[in-house]
């Protein structure tokens, strides 16, 4: 394949990838709206045992999957590549079948490990049935996975960029219309809406199946004729094939688990831990819940996923620099690379935590506006170190220390581990989220701790530069809090057009205000190019 064809493959797979990323981060307003904050945190109950049961499942198959075969093409060995696949496809079927059994199956004991009673809105039985739905995904992702990971390997991103795409749509308008049906249509209870919506990601993934076959089938004949002209048989055995796969594997999954893996604490602490406090209703609890693992959790992963992306095409040339020795190009791109990152996330989550009221309003309504826009308003600087650790990860990555990466992400889970329960009796609600923040911190401190020793790498003009962006986060702060407080005095109620005028003018004031300090000072010439010079 050319190396246009190949680019153009690449760019249409980033925004495919950001178009899925995007609609699941946005649908969960409407579907906010209609099931409101303890609907969220039942969803929640039922979707993070799966998406850590489904991250297991797929061992992050398709860029493994991808590499491995992109490796013995380039070598003319096309038959190694298709064995594999043809044994994979049978191998992650049957893995789909066990792990959709064992969710199925294990529902009962997650809510029992949970010591959930019942709330004001929905009862055990309504997560064991919501964790039941959800796990049906399981028996057909891991094979979507392999398939994707085999077109790729092939330098073809069209079947993976649509699949993913449609398998989105077809996703998130079940999960609305079944909300929507159950809710208003016949009148049905929050469990049962909230489990037929999960159900949701097994009709996704059947229209995302549907389109990997359809193009299977469109280009079985080139792919036949490829592996009949296949000069070299490189004959190994199916033991050494899956080896080498899970080789590539492994470090991916791992460190794509830490979120789930960190929200999996949260599931098993947050409520057993605030029912001991005595303090908190059950409503209130779940409501907090759906707030600080829902609402509050997709709206921070907004300036996450923007900064990961402007970022995460710096590492390649990393890779490039680290192999090549070059350690002063090197230097440059690893303090661009958290430059971004620092530039991005820090104001975006200084604002959000001091529009977390209006902010929390417009976007899920407020009938939970006080324990949503407090979870929120403390949530929001978690943005910061989940950017700095899925960055400094890929950077790790980039050099080869994988393993590094991994024992970051279990030095914070550990932190987290112990933390939890315990901020969660002494701060309330918002433990939960610190113990987050100093879990994550921590894996970053690590991570950073390992490229100096492996890169030789500099922290002082990292350090410098965060200074400087701290300083302007201030005083933007200052900027929005004044304007804040100046249009709750015009716009004093609590209804969605007041808060509506309170965040669209303090935002417009903010960023602003924060471009015009960094265009000035100079910061925004330094990080985004001269362009961006005042």
């Known amino acids: 394949m ?46 993070q045992p799966y998406t850590l049961m489904l991250s297991v499942a797929t061992l992050g198959i398709p860029m493994a999957m991808s590499k491995f075969v992109s490796k013995y093409n380039a070598m003319g060995d096309f038959e190694t590549g298709r064995r ?53 995904a399981l028996m057909i992702i891991p094979t979507m996975a392999i398939m994707r990971g085999f077109f790729q390997g092939h330098q073809s991103m069209g079947p993976t960029a649509v699949s993913q795409v449609i398998e ?29 919506a999960t159900f949701g990601a097994f009709v996704g993934g059947l229209a995302s199946m549907a389109v990997l ?10 792919l036949q004729q490829e592996q009949a002209e296949s000069k070299v048989s490189s004959d190994l055995p199916l033991t050494s094939m899956y080896s080498e796969l899970i080789r590539y594997a492994l470090p991916l999954s791992f460190v794509g688990l830490a979120i789930p893996l960190f929200q999996m604490v949260d599931m098993f602490t947050f409520t057993r831990a605030l029912e001991q406090t005595g303090e908190w209703t059950s409503g209130q609890i779940q409501t907090a819940y759906g707030a600080f693992a829902g609402s509050s959790h997709k709206l921070i992963l907004i300036p996450v996923a923007i900064a990961t992306a402007m970022s995460i095409t710096l590492i390649p040339t ?71 650790f899925s960055v400094s990860a890929a950077v790790l990555q980039g050099i080869n220390r994988q393993k590094y990466a991994i024992a970051s992400l279990l030095l914070g889970l550990l932190v987290k581990i112990i933390s939890a329960y315990v901020l969660l009796l002494l701060l309330g609600p918002v433990g939960g989220i610190y113990s987050t923040i100093i879990g994550f911190a921590c894996g970053v401190i690590f991570n950073a701790w390992a490229i100096a020793k492996f890169t030789g790498f500099h922290f002082g003009g990292v350090s410098r530069r965060a200074g400087t962006v701290v300083l302007l986060s201030a005083v933007m702060g200052i900027g929005v809090l004044i304007t804040r407080n100046g249009m709750e005095v015009l716009f004093s109620g609590n209804g969605w057009m007041d808060l509506f005028m309170v965040e669209i003018i303090s935002v417009g004031v903010g960023g602003v205000l924060f471009m015009a300090l960094a265009m000035k000072s100079g910061l925004a010439e330094k990080v985004l190019g001269k362009r961006f010079s005042a």
């Open 318 to 388: 990393i890779t490039k620099s680290f192999t090549g020795n070059d350690q002063d190009l090197l230097q440059r791109q690893i303090t661009q690379t958290y430059q971004v990152i620092l530039f991005l996330s820090v104001p975006a989550a200084v604002g959000l935590s001091l529009l977390a009221r209006p902010t929390f309003g417009v976007l899920f309504g407020t009938e939970s506006l006080e324990i949503g826009s407090y979870v929120l308003q403390h949530y929001a600087y978690a943005a910061i170190v989940f950017s700095l």
């Open 168 to 196: 989105q749509i077809v996703r998130i308008v079940f999960i609305l219309a079944m909300a929507l049906f159950i809710l208003y249509a016949v009148d049905g209870n929050l469990g049962t809406a909230i489990g037929f």
């Open 213 to 222: 076959v359809f193009y299977w089938k469109k280009r079985q004949r080139f």
């Open 2 to 47: 050319s190396d246009s064809k190949f680019l153009r493959g690449t760019l249409l797979l980033s925004i495919a990838t950001f178009i899925s990323k995007f609609l699941g981060m946005i649908y969960i307003f409407p579907f906010a709206a209609m099931v409101g904050q303890q609907g969220i945190a039942l969803y929640q109950y039922g979707y």
């Open 84 to 136: 594999l696949f043809k044994s994979g496809l049978f191998f992650m079927t049957l893995t789909g079948i066990a792990a959709f059994l064992i969710l199925f199956l294990g529902a009962p004991l997650i809510v029992n490990l949970i010591s959930f009673d019942s709330s004001e809105a929905f009862t055990s039985d309504d997560i064991v049935f919501t964790i039941r739905m959800v796990s049906f």
